[in-house]
């Protein structure tokens, strides 16, 4: 079996606390060259704050994070001309045009205007935003404005991208347009490192995942292993009866495991036929059959609370 490349990117150890709240705890994970690795955890995971170290925003309380063989803060200026950022929340210049933003964006990392107006035709383009290099982002749908961000994280041709949640709050059509651009960019060569809670995100892009809580890394692998090693093949939902009665009833003995959520129970099994068959003479629920899932995968190991944001 060939060797793995030198990662891009190694996070060795990292803690960091907030007074008496430890917000990432011990974790440590890499990227390699043409990956792309997603993180994954419920709200107040760590995924921001890990995200925040690695590119030298905040100073870790223990371990240290590496990049292109540098390390971070000490060689920040040196890793950040190789990163491209795309962070959770728009940072725009509401003052600039498309063009305009891009233009200035490239000046940070020291390129010449020259260079930098030969790259933002083919940029506006590879965000179907050719036809808005005038518009400013107020102008802008949010699938817009979330591609011109991704177009400036580009502008100076970085080896690895880091995109925190970056198709939150889009519509389906524009998330399937992010989620091509991302794909051309890893069959281009480049790296990516993306938190998202979208489990269809994960699974169509993500080579490998983190799944992280409470700053601890608690899974590890591609999405398909993860399923395969954490959940049982098939799963039976069953909505519109009693929950109680059908999660301690008949069906309890034909499934490895239930739970109950809301209305809807879950039978996690191995064989689904035999509970299939026992529902096709209650007329009085309704049941769906599905192959085991990351969102099964997601709710299994950090459960089904709901956790506000911090």
Known sequence: MAAMPDAFLECHNLVKRYGETTVVNDLSFAIHPGECLGVIGPNGAGKTTSLRMCLGLSVPDGGHVEAFGLRMPQDAHAIKAQLGVVTQFDSLDPDFSCAENLLVFGRY????????????????????????????????????????????????????????????GLDPQARHLMWERLQQLLQ???????????????????????????????????????????????????????????????????????????????????????????????????????????????????????????
């Open 109 to 168: 990392f020291g390129m010449k205007s020259a260079d930098i107006r030969a790259r933002i035709p083919g940029l506006l383009e590879f965000a179907s935003l050719s036809h808005k290099a005038d518009a400013k982002p107020g102008q802008l749908s949010g699938g817009m404005r979330r591609r011109l961000s991704l177009a400036r994280a580009l502008v100076n041709d970085p080896r690895l991208l880091l995109l925190d949640e970056p198709t939150t």
């Open 188 to 310: 281009q060569g480049k790296s990516i490192l993306l938190t998202t809670h979208f489990m269809d995100e994960a699974e169509r892009l993500c080579d490998r995942l983190l799944v992280i809580d409470h700053g601890r890394k608690i899974a590890e692998g591609t999405p398909r292993e993860l399923i395969a090693q954490h959940l049982e093949p098939d799963v039976v939902e069953v909505y519109g009866g009693d929950t109680q009665a059908l999660s301690t009833g008949p069906l309890r003995a034909l499934a490895s495991r239930v739970e109950v959520s809301g209305e809807t129970v879950f039978f996690y099994t191995q064989d689904a036929a035999p509970i299939l068959q026992a529902l096709a003479h209650d007329h009085g629920v309704r049941s769906l059959h599905r192959p085991a899932n990351l969102e099964d995968l997601f709710l299994k190991l950090t459960g089904r609370q709901i956790r506000e944001e911090a």
